[in-house]
């Protein structure tokens, strides 16, 4: 597999778990952190996990 797809395999992943890790945390409470904060973190995580996909499409 090519170094670049790799790369950017890896990003949507973590960025993927700090979605998930976000989204739970803001529909169960866990570490007691700002509503704003986990909706920030949210979509910065989508906007990578974006990014990515759209650069996958690119490197076809």
Known sequence: MD???LLTWVAIVFAGLI???FALDLA???FKRNI???VL???GGALVI???VETLR???
């Open 58 to 60: 690119e490197l076809r």
């Open 41 to 43: 973190f949210l979509l």
């Open 50 to 52: 974006w990014q990515g």
């Open 19 to 21: 979605c998930l890790i």
């Open 36 to 38: 704003v904060l986990d």
């Open 28 to 30: 169960a409470g866990i």
């Open 3 to 5: 170094l670049q797809k």
